[in-house]
T-cell receptor, first 117, second 112 residues
Framework: EAGVAQSPRYKIIEKRQSVAFWCNPISGHATLYWYQQILGQGPKLLIQFQNNGVVDDSQLPKDRFSAERLKGVDSTLKIQPAKLEDSAVYLC???????????????FGEGSWLTVV | QKEVEQNSGPLSVPEGAIASLNCTYSDRGSQSFFWYRQYSGKSPELIMFIYSNGDKEDGRFTAQLNKASQYVSLLIRDSQPSDSATYLCAVKDKGGSEKLVFGKGTKLTVNP
């Protein structure tokens, strides 16, 4: 079974530039998450999609971050304009619906590493 | 904002010893608790989950949950150098919410 795919793996941009990250979840997984993990910290949820609808975006800095999940499959996370404090790993994850009831889990991709200089 | 607290460490133990990792959470209604392992430069991977008070054992790993004290722990017996990683405690929101809230993680080093 293919895992969660993310690209690009690494990106270095200057502040005020824009960047976009792409995620392809595990086939059949209805729920897709974008987490931000700053060095030395745990992952923080930015946005959660159920199919192509937003379930939770309470911690997404909407003045600069946007995300979409067209057709309920792939997703794109965009940052514009980037700030130095956006340097982090952006983890995409996916899960089947009601994953916890079946002793399942959410599955993470390898992450997209962003450095803003 | 629901919080999950962990000692950031680092925690250093000799090979063969028991490593003890601790986690507390703020939301008394939380129902499901997870331990993830994250190797440097890699994504988190699930190693244990626990839903009920008490102990749950899986090989060298034991998760302990005390909902009254809002406390979760992970014990690693016979620690190996390959266990060296950051261990993330995660708590699932109650009810139908599917999201996980993570702690900052505890970095464990097992010395040969």
């Amino acid at each position: 079974e293919a895992g969660v795919a993310q690209s690009p793996r690494y990106k270095i941009i200057e502040k005020r530039q824009s960047v976009a990250f792409w995620c392809n979840p595990i086939s059949g997984h209805a729920t897709l998450y974008w987490y931000q993990q700053i060095l030395g910290q745990g992952p923080k949820l930015l946005i959660q999609f159920q199919n192509n609808g937003v379930v939770d975006d309470s911690q997404l800095p909407k003045d600069r971050f946007s995300a979409e999940r067209l057709k309920g499959v792939d997703s794109t996370l965009k940052i514009q304009p980037a700030k130095l404090e956006d340097s982090a790993v952006y983890l995409c994850a996916s899960s089947p619906s009601s994953w916890w009831t079946a002793g399942n889990t959410i599955y993470f991709g390898e992450g997209s590493w962003l450095t803003v200089v | 904002q629901k919080e999950v607290e962990q000692n950031s460490g680092p925690l250093s133990v000799p090979e063969g010893a028991i490593a003890s990792l601790n986690c507390t959470y703020s939301d008394r209604g939380s129902q499901s608790f997870f331990w993830y392992r994250q190797y440097s430069g890699k994504s988190p991977e699930l190693i244990m989950f626990i839903y009920s008070n008490g102990d749950k054992e899986d090989g060298r790993f034991t998760a302990q949950l005390n909902k009254a004290s809002q406390y979760v722990s992970l014990l690693i017996r016979d620690s190996q150098p390959s266990d060296s990683a950051t261990y993330l405690c995660a708590v699932k929101d109650k009810g139908g919410s599917e999201k996980l809230v993570f702690g900052k993680g505890t970095k464990l080093t097992v010395n040969p």
